[in-house]
């Protein structure tokens, strides 16, 4: 079953936001026309209730479906029309958005006859909408049913069940590990209820594992039971379906066919509460869910257990609160068990796979990503048909489109779906946004969350602005397993995310079906397939066929424009043909700076903008004539000026530029900036640099000082100190600032205190003397610092681990110390990730540091050998991993010998056995000898 695709969703919220923006207006406020726009609203606003409607359908008509795409192509033609209108009407000297332009060009619409245009074009919009609405009522899709399968649904956990235990891979270990900790502590004295829960992607055999450690230990428990819960449960029926497993097995079989929910839970924990039982509850989807089963089953002193799986993280941890209990996320299999269970289910091992099959087979399994059903469904299907290169080649390419109708796939298509199926309509919108990008691609949370912004996806929520709600929605899709985390930082968010294969197989057939995004030269080329006007353009590989194909199309209504090719630009359409784009996101590409040059000027409805290559110097000057830019980013390309106009653009919030850019004068108009990266402040004229105080909506900052002494720029640094002084009053959150050479003495004196900073970042040869006195207690916000000292002191260490929110601390300094340094138990509450880059000797005292769980020093082994190697290691108790650097410079290898080892001991003993890695140059030195033996062995 598959539910209405909620792409419509996110093209007619925006719309229905504009079209009221629009009443509130000069422009609506002229005779006729606000009519109009209000008769516009509240047919769209009807159309909008009754898509939601529909979207809850599980298994909606092909009338339905067809009504819904009927509306969505009607709304994007209704915000084209009005964007025209504008884009015409305010061509001349036009910089503003549609507030601006309706307030300048109200006296304009009066008389130069223009509201008869527009009301030509909103009258055959009308007839348009009445001709969908007289659809839907002669349909009557109000009163229609939901289609139903064409045969009885089965529950796809089935094979998990009754999986053959020889048939399986990569399960021992986990099961192994889990069924150990679940019975280990049955005969101590610690006997309390524990819960295990199993996390993780759809397909990953997250039920497998849980049956195989159900059968491995059931046999210690009095009673047992394993039940499914699913989207919806039916809290009564799982209850009683618990009670019939354990009271079959106790031999008091009773009817519960009358009873009740709270009847049957009172039964239950009756029966229960003196027994120790095994309780598996598989597929729980949300936080209700758990807290209505939960009670069910008695808090007893008996080592009783519970193992719950689901693929929502939040649910997760919900379910495994204590310290006694566990939550287990699931990996994908390794290559070795990927490639095993893959050929064995084809040709029985993998020396049986013919030669001419072996590379199409590494291209199949690296589609699969170690996802055991998918592996498992897509084998089954190849082993049904003829073992040829080409035929496996078209499976290949035509996956993501066959899992809706090849019934070998069936089971996966639905298990993978389950999952998307259950996103509320604005996360299915933002996910099915991702299909612009290619496989494995690396897509960083930043750049995607302005591109939800950019397309009009994101609104402002109870008091949350659009970045923050935004942000929300990145990490909601990883809470439910739809995309894999990348780079989890020291703050335990991850700074980008990744899409499965498979699942990004199923939203690109989904988008292309929906005529939400068209693909060019992915895995599932989409161009010839699309319905309508193409709305969303991925180019991800272009020749001079799919050339000529899309120069075929009507490229006018495109409205993002996304290029990953690094070849080919020359064959692409030029941007003049695109006029209705809103996106345009362009990677590293040859020839790119060139073809820029002509048509942006035309692209005025553009909000990002986002150009990649070193082949790109100079920005068309055309660019300032984009009054409703929201995002630039030029990072990574040669542009060290911007054109002087750009300061034009007064909608812009993110400025990111090469590094080493010149601020342009009159940066000052710039004020809804709230990014800005990349700019060299001693390049600068002093004007430029004072003009930064004026960007009071400022978030983060990222500026570059030339090298030299400072008494040559004391001027720069001083405008600069005066804008940081009111910046810090204001709402300034990150500041980095790099210097290459010379001092940052001026910063000493940064007063009053930046109460709003969270991140500081100094990037420099320069070292403070001290911790300097605006990093201070006060600081309550102050959650990453990075800086350079002349000397690291017990005092100085003492001021920063009063630090209350301080998450992540890196220190380096010029002067090593001769003594050890004592951290004691008190300070640093909630740090996280502590960094030492310079040589010392540091220990840990009982208490330190107490929720520290990544470490990374240098250690100087000349220090610590005068006293004894001891680093305190065991006191850092919620420690998960530590990277030591021994720097053996003046001691003996011997020495070197005995400082790695102490530390091998200390983590040895440490009760959460982290992971600690011994590096040093007498390590390097004895591997480069290690090598260079072996090879003379081999050569011998």
Not at 109 to 134: F, H, M, P, W, Y
Not at 371 to 381: D, G, K, M, Q, R
Not at 651 to 671: F, R, V, Y
Not at 856 to 882: D, M, W
């Amino acid at each position: 079953m598959e539910p209405v695709v909620s792409s419509t969703h996110g093209t007619l919220a925006p719309l229905v936001a504009k079209l009221t923006a629009l009443l509130a207006d000069e422009c609506g406020r002229l005779k006729g026309v606000r009519r109009e726009i209000r008769s516009l609203r509240s047919e769209l606003t009807s159309m909008h209730a009754a898509l939601k409607e529909y979207t809850k359908q599980e298994d909606p008509s092909d009338q339905v479906k067809a009504w819904i795409s009927l509306v969505r192509e009607l709304a994007y033609d209704i915000e084209d029309v009005f964007d025209k209108f504008i884009k015409r009407i305010g061509k001349d000297n036009h910089h503003g958005g549609f507030k601006d332009f309706f307030r300048k060009t109200a006296r304009r619409l009066k008389t130069l006859g223009s509201r008869r245009g527009i009301a030509n074009q909103i009258d055959d919009l009308k007839a348009r909408i009445r001709q969908v609405k007289e659809l839907k009522n002669s349909y009557k899709l109000d009163d229609a049913p939901c289609s139903t399968s064409s045969h009885a649904a089965v529950d796809p956990r089935l094979h998990a069940l009754f999986a053959e235990e020889a048939h399986l891979v990569g399960v021992d270990g986990p099961r192994d590990d889990l069924a150990n900790w679940l019975v280990k502590e049955e005969n101590s004295s610690n006997k309390h209820r524990r819960v295990l829960s199993i996390v993780g992607f759809g397909g990953l055999g997250k039920t497998t594992l849980a049956d195989q450690v159900y059968r491995k230990i059931h046999g210690h428990f009095h009673c047992r039971a394993f039940v499914s819960v699913s989207q919806k449960p039916d809290i009564k029926k799982i209850v009683k379906d618990v009670i019939s497993q354990v009271s079959c097995q106790d031999k008091s079989k009773q009817d519960i066919s009358e009873w009740d929910e709270k009847k049957s839970i009172a039964k239950l924990r009756e029966l229960l509460q003196d027994k120790r039982y095994l309780i598996i509850i598989d597929d729980i989807w949300s936080k209700p869910a758990w807290d209505a089963i939960k009670c069910a089953f008695p808090e007893n002193s008996h080592s009783s257990r519970i193992i719950v799986t689901t693929r929502i993280v939040d649910v997760a941890r919900l379910c495994s609160p204590g310290s006694d209990d566990r939550m287990y996320e699931m990996e994908v299999l390794s290559d070795i068990h990927s490639r095993r269970l893959f050929f064995k289910r084809i040709f029985g091992s993998e020396e049986s796979c013919p030669p001419m099959l072996k590379e199409i087979s590494n291209e199949i399994l690296k589609k699969c990503g170690g996802l055991p059903l998918a592996i498992i469904s897509i084998s089954s299907l190849l082993s049904s048909r003829t073992a040829v290169k080409e035929e496996w080649e078209k499976i290949k390419r035509s996956i993501g489109f066959a899992l809706e109708k090849n019934q070998s796939l069936e089971t996966m298509s639905t298990i993978l779906s389950l999952s998307y199926n259950h996103l509320p309509p604005n996360l299915k919108t933002c996910l099915l946004y991702l299909s612009i990008f290619p496989e494995d691609y690396i897509i960083e949370r930043e750049r995607l969350v302005r591109l939800w912004i950019a397309e009009g996806f994101i609104s402002e929520e109870c008091g949350q602005s659009q970045q923050e709600v935004a942000e929300s929605y990145f990490y909601e899709l990883i809470n439910k397993s739809m995309v894999q985390p990348v780079g989890i930082g020291y703050d335990g968010k991850a700074r980008a995310c990744r899409v499965h294969d498979m699942m990004l197989e199923i939203i690109v057939a989904k988008s292309a079906k929906d005529n939400f995004v068209t693909v060019v030269g992915g895995g599932q080329t989409s161009l010839a397939n699309h319905q309508g006007f193409i709305r969303r353009l991925s180019v991800q590989y272009i020749d001079q066929e799919l050339a000529s194909a899309l120069a075929s199309e009507d490229l006018r209504h495109v409205r993002s424009l996304t290029v990953t090719i690094t070849s080919g630009i020359e064959r692409l359409p030029s941007l003049v043909e695109f006029e209705a784009l809103r996106v345009v996101d362009f990677a590293d590409c040859e020839g790119l700076g060139q073809y820029i040059m002509n048509g942006m000027e035309k692209l005025i409805q553009l909000r990002y903008l986002r150009l990649r290559g070193r082949g790109i110097s100079k920005l068309p000057s055309g660019i300032v004539m984009l009054g409703d830019l929201e995002t630039l980013d030029i990072q990574y390309t040669a542009v060290q000026e911007l054109p002087d106009k750009i300061v034009q653009l007064t909608k812009l919030q993110h400025l990111i530029t090469a590094g080493g850019t010149k601020i342009p004068d009159g940066i000052g108009n710039m004020m809804s900036l709230r990014v800005v990266t990349g700019f060299n402040i001693t390049g600068s004229s002093t004007h430029a640099v004072e003009g930064l105080r004026n960007l009071t909506s400022l978030d983060e900052l990222n500026v570059d000082l030339d090298s030299g002494k400072s008494d040559e720029y004391k001027s720069h640094e001083e405008m600069l100190l005066s804008s940081l002084r009111k910046l810090g009053r204001c709402k300034l959150q990150y500041l980095q600032i790099t210097r290459i050479d010379g001092s940052l003495e001026f910063l000493e004196s940064w007063f009053p205190l930046p109460y709003s900073l969270q991140k500081f970042h100094m990037s420099s040869s320069y070292c403070f003397t001290d911790v300097p006195k605006w990093i201070a207690p006060a600081l309550t916000s102050l959650s990453y610092l990075d800086i350079n000292l002349t000397e690291l002191t017990e005092e100085g260490l003492h001021t920063l681990g009063e630090l209350s929110a301080l998450l992540c601390l890196k220190l380096c300094w010029e002067k090593d110390p001769e003594e050890r340094l004592t951290i004691q138990g008190t300070g640093f509450p909630c740090l996280k990730e502590f960094v030492l880059s310079d040589g010392a000797y540091v220990t840990f005292m009982e208490g330190a540091m107490p929720k520290l769980e990544n470490l990374r020093l240098s250690v100087a082994v000349s220090v610590a050998k005068t006293c004894g190697f001891y680093l305190g290691i065991e006191h850092l108790t919620c420690l998960k991993q530590a990277r030591i650097w021994l720097d053996n410079e003046d001691v003996t290898t011997s020495e070197s010998k005995a400082a790695a080892a102490a530390v091998t001991k200390e983590a040895g003993a440490h009760p959460n056995r982290p992971i600690v890695t011994i590096e040093g140059r007498w390590y390097e030195e004895a591997a480069a000898s290690h090598e260079e033996k072996n090879n003379e062995d081999g050569d011998n």
